[in-house]
């Protein structure tokens, strides 16, 4: 590879340009990032509480199983740590009861929501956007493309988990109590290292120019999936097509231009 290709990508050891990179991406693809105040404000108003809950709880529950799914194909054992950190967490550090789906039930109920209207509420759409997304997991081939799924994963995390929570309209607590439950005050605080976590994962597994690119684009599907999912959550009060048009843009956007204002 000739010196300008290389120049369009971050040292491989600063996690600083790093991050400004992936951070880059996700703030010009993903939908979250992008939107304006204005319009996240109308589309939460506008969608019911419940959908979000129920969205979210279905999503929670496949969180552990997809991170799951990642360990055996990891080869490098600094990288299955990471990860198995990651669902140590999400599984609640061997304490069933803090599994943080049954916190987020419990972060429900004090909102003044029914947790059984949660569990049965119809979320069948919904699998349409995971099951595709774990088979590309499946198929990944190595420890950077898989990096590249964590990253993507992760790296909208504290964009959801906002997204989340100004979405519910507590009615038997305040906002404010309502952040001090376990679920939220949890996700809150770690959301930040989580990311981290991701970013070195990420730089770590790669030692070369194809990887990198490699990565960026398994990273790229994890915010596409982002895409679709708050696409179906919020389907009933998007401006019809709007989201699907972005995220069809999103989807052949060039990498190299990107690449490039790094």
Same mark, same amino acid.
């Given at each position: 590879?000739?010196?300008?290709?290389?120049?369009?990508?971050?040292?491989?050891?600063?996690?600083?340009?790093?991050?400004?990179?992936?951070?880059?991406?996700?703030?010009?693809?993903?939908?979250?990032?992008?939107?304006? #105040?204005?319009?996240?404000?109308?589309?939460?108003?506008?969608?019911? #509480? &419940?959908?979000?809950?129920?969205?979210?709880?279905?999503?929670?529950?496949?969180?552990?199983?997809?991170?799951?799914?990642?360990?055996?194909? &990891?080869?490098?054992? #600094?990288?299955?740590?990471?990860?198995?950190?990651?669902?140590?967490?999400?599984?609640?550090?061997?304490?069933?009861?803090?599994? *943080?789906?049954?916190?987020?039930?419990?972060?429900?109920?004090? #909102?003044?929501?029914?947790?059984?209207?949660?569990?049965?509420?119809?979320?069948?759409?919904?699998?349409?956007?995971?099951?595709?997304?774990?088979?590309? &997991?499946?198929?990944?081939?190595?420890?950077?493309?898989?990096?590249?799924?964590?990253?993507?994963?992760?790296?909208?995390?504290?964009?959801?988990?906002?997204?989340?929570?100004?979405?519910?309209?507590?009615?038997?607590?305040?906002?404010?109590?309502?952040?001090?439950?376990?679920?939220?005050?949890?996700?809150?605080?770690?959301?930040?290292?989580?990311?981290?976590?991701?970013?070195?994962?990420?730089?770590?597994?790669?030692?070369?120019? *194809?990887?990198?690119?490699?990565?960026?684009?398994?990273?790229?599907?994890?915010?596409?999936?982002?895409?679709?999912?708050?696409?179906?959550? *919020?389907?009933?009060?998007?401006?019809?097509?709007?989201?699907?048009?972005?995220?069809?843009?999103?989807?052949? &956007?060039?990498?190299?231009?990107?690449?490039?204002?790094?």
């Amino acid at each position: 590879m000739n010196k300008t290709e290389i120049s369009l990508f971050p040292d491989k050891k600063n996690i600083e340009q790093w991050e400004h990179l992936v951070k880059q991406v996700v703030s010009e693809n993903g939908w979250l990032a992008s939107a304006s #105040a204005n319009e996240l404000r109308a589309v939460r108003e506008k969608t019911s #509480a &419940l959908r979000v809950a129920a969205y979210w709880y279905h999503f929670s529950v496949f969180a552990a199983d997809f991170l799951c799914l990642s360990l055996p194909l &990891l080869q490098n054992h #600094a990288n299955r740590s990471y990860v198995a950190q990651t669902v140590n967490e999400e599984l609640g550090n061997g304490v069933p009861e803090q599994v *943080h789906s049954v916190l987020l039930l419990e972060a429900f109920t004090k #909102a003044g929501m029914d947790k059984y209207a949660i569990l049965v509420y119809p979320t069948i759409e919904l699998e349409e956007v995971l099951e595709p997304f774990r088979q590309r &997991l499946a198929k990944a081939k190595n420890d950077y493309e898989i990096s590249g799924f964590f990253l993507g994963f992760e790296l909208l995390a504290e964009h959801n988990i906002s997204n989340v929570f100004e979405c519910l309209q507590p009615c038997e607590c305040t906002r404010e109590e309502l952040q001090e439950t376990p679920y939220f005050q949890e996700h809150f605080k770690v959301e930040p290292e989580h990311i981290k976590r991701a970013i070195t994962m990420g730089m770590r597994s790669c030692s070369d120019d *194809h990887q990198i690119k490699s990565m960026l684009n398994t990273f790229h599907h994890g915010i596409s999936f982002w895409n679709r999912f708050w696409s179906v959550v *919020h389907q009933d009060v998007l401006e019809p097509n709007t989201l699907k048009l972005k995220i069809k843009e999103k989807e052949t &956007l060039s990498r190299e231009p990107l690449l490039a204002k790094v």
